[in-house]
């Protein structure tokens, strides 16, 4: 993060010098902590209401209130508000800039087709995304993103406007192609950051389930069972879809370029992680 962090600055300052105004380097800056602040503080309630998450009742969804509370007591964390979604496809998340003010959301279609060790493992993987801080740190990631992404746009739209230094030196033609390249690979250098980022997040929220609820077989038999549920939520967005337990847009596909653009690793390899069980290498 504090590399991310770096180069998102770099760009900024080299776009600034070129264009000799600071102000563009102090006022994206400015932008971003704000983008920063606002997700950090109602990040949570953006995404249930994105979501068209409801309250759950306890009468309701029994176990879910149950096996939550149980966890939520062993890992010595607040019990968080529980959420749902009515949606036939399988899938949970949890949001919450911190433990007091966590949210776990599962859809009714998990909560009808898991079985208890099965959910236990679910919710243990979503505590410990709380208990990692990891809503923080994604809510970082997609800023800093899309810090990039405006710094991109506006050098680019002054650049065509003939902003900037003047172009008759060669040198300064040569940086200007050359920023240029730079800008328009930046975003989607900070955007295969993010993803990876949140590949690692998912595999850290497995191992630490597992330590929580010290039965790893439940969240990999709760894995297989969403793997096998190939089905698409029916209202999905790229701006959340990160925080789910597995891909709300059903996407099965195992070709290397959805791979590295995805955001959640093969649910094969986080199964193997979670038993332990290594790839046989060839002979």
Known sequence: MAGFLAFVLGIGY????YYQSPVILYGAIVFAIGMNFYSYWFSGNQVLSMTNARPASREEFFDFYTVTENLAITAGMPVPKLYVIEDPA????????????????????LLAI?????????????????????ILLMTV??????????????????????GGRDSDSKGNALFMVLAVIGIILAPIAAQ?????????REFLAD???????????????????????????????HAT????????FGER??????????????????????????PQADA
């Not at 080299?14 to 010098?17: I, N, T, Y």
């Not at 399988?90 to 279609?109: L, Q």
């Not at 597992?210 to 967005?237: F, I, V, W």
């Not at 596909?253 to 199964?271: V, Y």
């Open 114 to 134: 898991m079985t208890r060790a099965e959910l236990e493992g679910v919710i243990a993987h979503e505590l410990s995304h709380v208990k990692n801080r990891d």
């Open 207 to 237: 191992a630490s389930g597992a330590l929580l609820t010290r039965y790893p077989e439940g969240l990999a038999s709760a894995l297989r069972k969403l793997d096998q549920h190939n089905m698409p939520m029916l209202q999905t967005s």
């Open 141 to 162: 990631a997609v800023t800093l993103a899309g810090f990039l992404a405006i710094i991109a746009d506006m050098f680019l739209r002054m650049s065509f406007m003939g």
């Open 14 to 17: 080299v776009v600034a010098w």
């Open 192 to 200: 295969l950051i993010q993803l990876a980022i949140s590949r690692r």
């Open 90 to 109: 399988p899938n949970a998340f949890a949001t919450g800039r911190d433990e007091k003010h966590a949210v776990v959301c599962a859809t009714t279609g």
């Open 253 to 278: 596909k195992s070709d290397w370029l959805n791979s590295i653009f995805s955001t959640h690793p093969p649910t094969a390899d986080r199964i193997k992680a979670l038993l332990g069980v290594r």
């Open 241 to 248: 879809a990160h925080l789910f337990i597995d891909d709300p």
